[in-house]
């Protein structure tokens, strides 16, 4: 008689399906090698575990440093930067109307006109300059028309323009538990006065 409650039957192993020998494992992949629940393999091996061997408080020093690690021969693929209370902020750059919004459709529409006057100019005999510059004058033209569209199709709710970027206000450089003593001491020996690189010229 089968079991009323399938849950029960699948974790203590289900006669007749290939694949599965009982506990929380799932049936083989096409590999071969069975699927296994998270925390099935009793969690990750020590060499995957990560240490904080220096923290900072901008980007362009935790990238030295690992910068400083690599140049002393350090295995940094096993090193990380990790950004933590990650912030997003959007600088206002300016006013957007309409008529900006036309210019920027115009320079966007340009740069694509000219792509496409090379693309015919090359197979062109003659004055292939023209054909560019036809080209270059036709997606500035549609390229202006489409942004000043696009600009009062917003009915005036984003009148500006930004630039979004992820801040964070602490970077810490990470490296598998294994190597934690040598980055440790490389990156210690980048704060004495005078220390150079390891191999540097003298």
Not at 70 to 81: G, Y
Not at 121 to 127: A, E, L, M, S, W
Not at 146 to 172: C, E, N, P, Q, V
């Amino acid at each position: 008689m089968m079991s009323r409650n399938p849950t029960a039957a699948w974790r203590s192993g289900t006669l007749g399906v290939p694949g599965v020998s009982g506990g929380n494992n799932l049936p083989a992949g096409p590999s071969g090698d069975q699927f296994r629940t998270p925390g099935s393999d009793g969690g990750t091996g020590p060499g995957n575990a990560t240490v904080t061997v220096a923290s900072y408080s901008d980007y362009p020093s935790a990238q030295s440093a690992v910068d400083f690690l690599s140049d002393n021969q350090f295995p940094v693929e096993r090193a990380a930067i990790v950004g933590t209370d990650l912030a997003l902020v959007e600088t206002v750059l300016g006013r957007m109307t309409t008529a900006r919004a036309a210019l920027a459709g115009a320079a966007t529409g340009a740069w694509f006109g000219l792509f496409i006057g090379l693309l015919f100019g090359i197979f062109t005999v003659g004055n292939w300059w023209a054909v560019i510059l036809v080209g270059l004058a036709i997606g500035a033209v549609w390229g202006a028309i489409f942004g000043a569209i696009a600009h009062s199709m917003t009915g005036g709710r984003r009148d500006f323009t930004s630039a979004s970027s992820l801040r964070a206000s602490k970077y810490a450089v990470t490296v598998d538990a294994t190597f934690a003593d040598q980055a440790r001491q490389l990156i210690g020996r980048m704060n004495w006065p005078g220390q150079q690189p390891a191999g540097a010229p003298g």
